[in-house]
């Protein structure tokens, strides 16, 4: 079936770099997206990866997919507050058109 | 572009009352989403749409819940009779039919 996987909580100096780990199921998946939901709002998507690339990176985000041991993860360097947020994993299995499969988020705390 | 845009932003009432959502996708777009985030359950696609079309409905609850697209630039979610659990927020997505896929802000629903 499909599954995705996230820590809940993660906690960082500012300025220091955050790693977002996640674990999906489906091997099928053609596409795997970060989004990020602010407080009160909705979901913003950062980046995504198409399942034959091993790494992308935009601005301060970098995506490492792993598709052997089914892992992405998403790096932000010098993590701002601005960057407290939930941050969604969540994947697109194959046949499965549009129907994302969020994970359950991680909760990112940036301190001063 | 102002980006999905969904109605309304709250919605507190009263159990077994009839409640509508509204979303306008992007202008363009020919995909639309619904989603519903709990905390039990996360973030669940319950319908989406392809050309005003319903593809995969699969996600919707029971028949208390029902979605239409009367036209490429408006969509309803339905609930009727309401009830306490389907307390959530609710999210209109929608998508050029490429892999990205924008976010409303969301529809805060109480059921009391």
């Known amino acids: 079936g499909e599954d995705v996987e996230q820590s809940l909580f993660l906690s960082v100096r500012e300025g220091d770099s955050s790693v977002i780990n996640c674990t999906y199921t489906?091997?099928?998946?053609?596409?795997l997206y970060w989004y990020k939901q602010e407080p009160g709002a909705g979901l913003q998507l950062l980046t995504y990866?198409?399942?034959?690339?091993d790494m992308k990176q935009d601005q301060r985000l970098t995506v490492l997919l792993n598709k052997k041991d089914k892992h992405l993860s998403l790096r932000i360097a010098d993590t701002q507050t601005g960057d407290s947020a939930i941050y969604f994993c969540a994947e697109i299995p194959f046949g499965q058109g549009g129907k994302l499969i969020f994970g359950q988020g991680t909760e990112l705390s940036v301190k001063p | 572009d102002a980006g999905v845009i969904q109605s309304p932003r709250h919605e507190v009432t009263e159990m077994g009352q009839e409640v509508t959502l509204r979303c306008k996708p992007i202008s363009g777009h020919d995909y639309l989403f619904w989603y519903r985030q709990t905390m039990m359950r996360g973030l669940e696609l319950l319908i989406y749409f392809n050309n005003n079309v319903p593809i995969d409905d699969s996600g919707m609850p029971e028949d208390r819940f029902s979605a239409k697209m009367p036209n490429a630039s408006f969509s309803t979610l339905k609930i009727q009779p309401s009830e306490p659990r389907d307390s959530a927020v609710y999210f209109c997505?929608?998508?050029?039919?490429?892999?990205?896929?924008?976010f409303g802000p969301g529809t805060r629903l109480t059921v009391l």
């Open positions: 997505a929608s998508s050029g039919g490429g892999n990205e896929q924008f």
């Open positions: 990866i198409f399942s034959n690339m």
């Open positions: 489906d091997s099928s998946s053609t596409y």
